[in-house]
């Protein structure tokens, strides 16, 4: 499932990761041959805005819909 990606939220989200740490880690699946996001679309798109290059997730068992 695709999902929007709101620039304000991100900008919000980089603003609390600056200020808090990163609180929740992004989930992951692993398909095969790599890693997909399941959960923390704003959550990464912050991340890489700030110039991570790492974080934080969970790999999770989860099907595709």
Do not use: C, S
């Not at 900008?11 to 989930?27: V, W, Y």
């Not at 959960?39 to 991340?47: N, P, Q, V």
């Amino acid at each position: 499932r695709r999902k929007t990606l709101h620039p304000e939220t991100v900008r919000h989200l980089a603003e609390d990761i600056l200020e808090n740490g990163m609180k929740t880690p992004i989930q992951v699946r692993h398909d095969g041959k790599r890693h997909v996001l399941v959960e923390g679309l704003h959550r990464l798109e912050a991340a890489k805005w700030l110039g991570e290059t790492t974080i934080d997730a969970y790999l999770v068992q989860a099907k595709r819909h």
